[in-house]
Nanobody, 120 residues
Framework: VQLQASGGGLVQAGGSLRLSCEGSGSIKSINAVGWFRQAPGKQRELVAIISSGGITNYTDSVKGRFTITRHNAKNSVYLQMNSLKPEDTAVYYC???????????????WGKGTQVTVSS
């Protein structure tokens, strides 16, 4: 399975960005997909996750601002980020797993990161 992420960029605080991640290869058995982020000097953290059944979960700091969606026919997952804050600045990574969880140490597949920079 290969994951290709896109959509990062530079945006002012309060603005929006939409990240996309397209999967290819043997993706039929993929269950959980989601997005991690890693800011400079910080650990990578799980931002949002969506199951094959569409159940979503978010880290507290992005609840109400970010929305994760999944388009199974397009083998894609999206992260709509609204009301962006400077503290959202990070490299964002899409991830996919055969299980129902995304635990950083055990994630099956990673996409290359895409940089999101939010200026104040």
């Amino acid at each position: 399975v290969q994951l290709q992420a896109s959509g990062g960029g530079l945006v002012q605080a309060g603005g929006s960005l939409r990240l996309s991640c397209e999967g290819s290869g043997s993706i039929k058995s993929i269950n959980a997909v989601g997005w991690f982020r890693q800011a400079p000097g910080k650990q990578r953290e799980l931002v949002a996750i969506i199951s094959s059944g569409g159940i979503t979960n978010y880290t507290d700091s992005v609840k109400g601002r970010f929305t994760i969606t999944r388009h199974n026919a397009k083998n894609s997952v999206y992260l709509q980020m609204n009301s962006l804050k400077p503290e959202d600045t990070a490299v964002y990574y899409c991830a996919a797993d055969h299980s129902k969880r995304l635990i950083m140490r055990y994630v099956d597949y990673w996409g290359k990161g895409t940089q999101v920079t939010v200026s104040s």
